[in-house]
């Protein structure tokens, strides 16, 4: 791709914390359609959120839920959080929601928009699927968080927080099992192919839109970068 292209993993926790965040979509539209103007391309993978924990919770309090079918609520959870980007990036976005990460993908629109694939995984995995098979080489994770710690630092005062981390040292962090709805920084499967294969992971508070502005600038920016 000759354009300048960003994968964007974003947090269900921004889409929908509680109800959907119309004001925050609202306003990362601005950005990316501010930066579309510039020449930019956009791959966003859309997280679950709230929905998804509403649904896994209601399914919880009937039955014994299966981690597989866990898996799949949160699934459709991204799915629907996905149809409500493309809406909102309908001018520029192209036409289909991509479900399989791995398959080929042809898109001359600016943005595209993916969503969660298949159990085993978060949507995390998803985007660096997505940007190993469209050749790209970083993925911003925009979440909750403004770094990663090596442990939780509500719960640890003493927790020590990392501006720049090896990929080895983050795994220690998150070990290596995925688990139906675990909530890390980065999937620990996606972590596991994203050192497989040599990418920039950058983890920081989507939040802050200021601060994903100067991301996508190239400044100084608050947040992780894993590599």
């Known amino acids: 791709?000759?354009?300048?292209?960003?994968?964007?993993?974003?947090?269900?926790?921004?889409?929908?914390?509680?109800?959907?965040?119309?004001?925050?979509?609202?306003?990362?539209?601005i950005i990316i359609d501010k930066f579309v103007r510039k020449g930019y391309r956009f791959v966003i993978v859309t997280g679950g959120g709230k929905t998804a924990r509403r649904y896994m919770d209601a399914a919880k309090e009937i039955v014994d839920l299966h981690p597989e079918d866990i898996d799949w609520i949160g699934i459709h959870a991204t799915r629907i959080n996905a149809h409500l980007l493309?809406?909102?990036?309908?001018?520029?976005?192209?036409?289909?929601?991509?479900?399989?990460?791995?398959?080929k993908i042809d898109f001359k629109e600016n943005v595209l928009v993916a969503a969660g694939w298949k159990p085993g995984c978060s949507s995390d995995y998803d985007a660096v699927l997505l940007a190993e098979n469209l050749g790209l080489k970083e993925v911003i994770n925009l979440t909750n968080i403004d770094y990663v710690y090596d442990k939780d630092p509500k719960n640890f005062k003493n927790?020590?927080?990392?501006?720049?981390?090896?990929?080895?040292?983050?795994?220690?962090?998150?070990?290596?099992?995925?688990?139906?709805?675990?909530?890390?920084?980065f999937?620990?499967?996606?972590?596991?192919?994203?050192?497989?294969?040599h990418l920039k992971v950058v983890i920081a508070n989507?939040?802050?839109?200021?601060?994903?502005?100067?991301?996508?600038e190239g400044r100084d920016f608050k947040g992780t970068i894993i590599h």
Not at 206 to 216: Q, S
């Open 1 to 29: 791709m000759k354009m300048k292209t960003f994968v964007i993993s974003l947090g269900g926790s921004l889409i929908v914390p509680d109800q959907i965040n119309v004001a925050y979509l609202r306003k990362f539209k």
């Open 86 to 103: 493309r809406v909102l990036f309908r001018d520029e976005a192209h036409p289909v929601i991509i479900k399989n990460p791995t398959a």
């Open 159 to 185: 927790a020590k927080m990392f501006e720049n981390i090896s990929w080895k040292d983050f795994r220690k962090i998150v070990g290596d099992k995925w688990v139906a709805g675990l909530n890390v920084p």
């Open 187 to 197: 999937d620990p499967i996606a972590s596991k192919e994203a050192e497989k294969n």
């Open 206 to 216: 989507g939040g802050d839109l200021n601060n994903f502005e100067k991301i996508l």
